[in-house]
């Protein structure tokens, strides 16, 4: 704090100068990790119409494989000699429900699909889903698909 005497007396302002600082250090620290963190994998599902939207919950494990091949565990990249222990590692311990979603690109060859699924079925896994979206501008044509969506917004019938 900074004291200084005027005709007033004596005034008390704060120095406001190191708080900037701070702050100016933790935005660009932000601005750097956060889309860092953000980015995981990306890959661009298949399409197809008739698709049971499905939310994603905490508690389900989602396997990614990108364009390249490459693995990712709900968003963290692990090798092809990592994979199985760390699918082994929370299959282990689930007591139901184990399904593992498997969300692929489109353009990588199905023969790595089969491998993550090779993988998945020998470390505990009893189900896996493949996850596809909805071709965009379409909706699905079975009903109980669309029960609780707002049917203008897909672009299918109305």
């Not at 250090?25 to 980015?39: C, D, E, G, N, R």
């Not at 693995?71 to 092809?80: A, E, R, V």
């Not at 299959?91 to 993550?116: C, E, G, M, P, S």
Request: no cysteine.
């Amino acid at each position: 704090m900074a004291v200084q005497l005027s005709n007033d007396g004596v005034r008390a302002e704060p120095n406001v100068t190191p708080m900037i600082d701070v702050m100016l250090v933790l935005l660009i620290i932000f601005m750097i990790v956060i889309p860092q963190l953000l980015a995981g994998f990306n890959a661009v599902p298949p399409e197809g119409q008739n698709i049971r939207p499905h939310p994603n919950e905490d508690e389900d494990v989602i396997l990614g494989i990108d364009a390249e091949g490459k693995f990712y565990l709900d968003k963290k990249p692990y090798s092809d000699e990592e994979l199985p222990s760390k699918i082994r590692a929370i299959y282990d311990v689930r007591t139901q429900d184990k399904i593992l979603f498997i969300k692929a690109d489109r353009n990588l060859k199905y023969q790595r699909i089969i491998d993550a699924m090779d993988i998945a079925a020998h470390q505990g896994v009893r189900v896996a889903a493949l996850v596809t979206d909805q071709t965009k501008g379409t909706q699905s044509l079975i009903e109980s698909d669309n029960a609780g969506q707002d049917m203008g917004l897909g672009g299918g019938k109305k």
